[in-house]
């Protein structure tokens, strides 16, 4: 049985993430800071029960990573999927946004996950794959952050981060390393003009990830397994 851990859990992409898994049979640990105030939670518990074990944690707090590697114990990992994240100020603009407000969407989008994914290496088991959700936005080649500028640059910090990690790592690396695009997708951040549902967002990342298994590959890659430049 698989062993999954996922961040953001409690809605969205996230929560479709922990569905997702659930029904192809993995024990998941499902990471959010006020799992109590999701319905969408609660149903899986009640549908799959043992094989879901909830993890009431706060990404951005110092303490983030000890209090989950306390909540495992000596469960050891097969897949994580990093996907918190926060849209930003809503102007987007650097001239007006607060240093506050800069400092927590970088925190949040980019330092908070790696700091995370770091933490939980000694818990991966070879082959496993780790991923991050970033944004198509993110890729400096394409430059499409025009018009959310300060969430683009937050996930280009990701990127560059999992990036450096890869190369201190170096060959002691035994998982796959991946920044994933998600898709523009009907939640929350997304709005509901989006063109892709949870549902198609996430069945494209799970074959992704699943296919990453066992590779030790770093890349950044959208929910169809198209490689997105850096």
């Keep these: 049985m698989l062993n999954v851990l996922i961040a953001g859990a409690s809605r969205g992409i996230g929560l479709g993430l922990v569905r997702a898994w659930l029904e192809r049979g993995a024990r998941v640990f499902a990471v959010a800071r006020n799992p109590a105030a999701s319905a969408g939670l609660a149903a899986l518990l009640a549908e799959h029960g043992a094989r879901l074990q909830v993890i009431a944690c706060d990404l951005n707090a110092q303490a983030a990573a000890a209090d989950i590697l306390a909540a495992l114990g000596e469960q050891r990992l097969d897949r994580v999927l990093l996907n918190a994240g ?51 936005m993110a890729s400096l080649q394409l430059s499409l952050g025009a018009q959310m500028p300060l969430y683009a640059a937050s996930k280009a910090a990701l ?27 009907q939640t929350d951040m997304g709005g509901a003009q989006a ?36």
């Excluded at 650097?94 to 800069?102: D, N, P």
């Design 86 to 136: 926060v849209y930003g100020p809503a102007a987007q603009d650097v001239s007006s946004a607060g240093e506050a407000e800069i400092g927590h969407l970088f925190l949040s989008n980019a330092i908070a996950p790696l700091r995370l994914a770091r933490a939980l290496r000694p818990q991966l088991n070879a082959g496993a794959v780790l991923g991050c959700t970033s944004s198509v």
């Design 195 to 230: 063109p892709l549902t949870v549902e198609q967002s996430v069945a494209g990342l799970v074959v992704v990830v699943e296919a990453a298994a066992g590779t030790r590959e770093c890349r950044f890659v959208d929910y169809q397994g198209e490689t997105l430049p850096w």
């Design 159 to 185: 990127n560059s981060l999992l990036l450096s990690w890869a190369v201190q790592l170096g060959e002691s690396r035994d998982f796959s390393l991946l920044a994933l695009h998600p898709g523009w997708v």
